[in-house]
């Protein structure tokens, strides 16, 4: 079994931060590229930003400047920091990851069950 388990999620006042991780565990050959997407309510899940094995980044036009995705590939974790929140950020936040099992060659995506940040006064 492979999971994805997303943590670091809350209450923010406005202008505030948070940091979100995301522990891969499980048999795992190797991982790919790692996402966070975020879906608020009513609305469609959005990519919030990309981090490649090689640490290539590449972030959402409405974050870039105040989010910043890291990886540590030895703890099979991703990384958000969310600074200078705002109220729009509000949203449950998901991991995403493209990954090999264990005795397979072919990356596969995987899910965590998200994360809930508020963003309010």
């Known amino acids: 079994q492979v999971q994805l388990v997303e943590s670091g999620g809350g209450l923010v006042q406005p202008g505030g931060s948070l940091r979100l991780s995301c522990v891969a565990s499980?048999?795992?050959?190797?991982?790919?590229?790692m996402r966070w997407y975020r879906q608020a309510a009513e609305k469609e899940r959005e990519l919030v930003a990309s981090i490649t094995g090689g640490g290539g980044t590449n972030y959402a036009d409405s974050v870039k400047g105040r989010f910043t995705i890291s990886r540590d590939n030895a703890k099979k974790t991703v990384y958000l920091q969310m600074n200078s929140l705002k109220p729009e950020d509000t949203a449950v936040y998901y991991c995403?990851?493209?990954?090999?099992?264990?005795?397979?060659?072919?990356?596969?995506?995987?899910w965590g069950q998200g994360t809930q940040v508020t963003v309010s006064s």
């Open positions: 995403n990851a493209d990954l090999t099992r264990i005795g397979t060659m072919r990356a596969v995506p995987y």
């Open positions: 499980g048999y795992i050959d190797n991982i790919y590229t």
